[in-house]
């Protein structure tokens, strides 16, 4: 945790997130290179998500959904899919920098776990939630 660097937020400013309530990652994301994501959010005025923020719509997502047969986003026994945390990366000091985080829920350990690969990779079973950002003025 203390070699995980935030991209893409304002510093030191609240700021309002938006993205959609779905289990699933954005559809059309799916075996994309976080490299290509970047690029596509962009063109798109997107961003993903950090894991902090990950973290809390893991949570709120669930709550929210506490008696559904699969409360959780992103179950290792759903959808089978994790998520990109294309604006959380590995930094400088760390030993494998630049690699990019990505999350999924383990329910058999009824934890999130959280994993990285590097910016070039691609997975099929691994996608993005797209957001959008608005600084708080």
Do not use: C, M
Request: proline share 7%; hydrophobic share 30%; no cysteine.
């Amino acid at each position: 945790p203390d070699h995980i660097q935030t991209n893409n937020r304002p510093k030191n400013k609240p700021y309002f997130l938006y993205l959609k309530n779905q289990a699933q990652v954005d559809a059309d994301t799916a075996g994309k290179t976080p490299q290509t994501l970047r690029e596509e959010f962009k063109q798109k005025q997107l961003h993903g998500l950090t894991l902090p923020e990950y973290l809390i719509f893991q949570r709120d997502y669930t709550q929210k959904n506490i008696n559904e047969q699969q409360p959780h986003p992103d179950d290792y026994f759903g959808d089978g899919k994790a998520t990109w945390l294309l604006d959380s990366e590995l930094d400088k000091q760390s030993s494998e920098p630049g690699r990019v985080l990505y999350a999924i829920w383990y329910p058999d350990h009824r934890q999130v776990r959280v994993l990285s690969y590097p910016a070039s990779s691609s997975d099929s079973h691994i996608g993005a939630r797209s957001s959008a950002i608005f600084e708080i003025l």
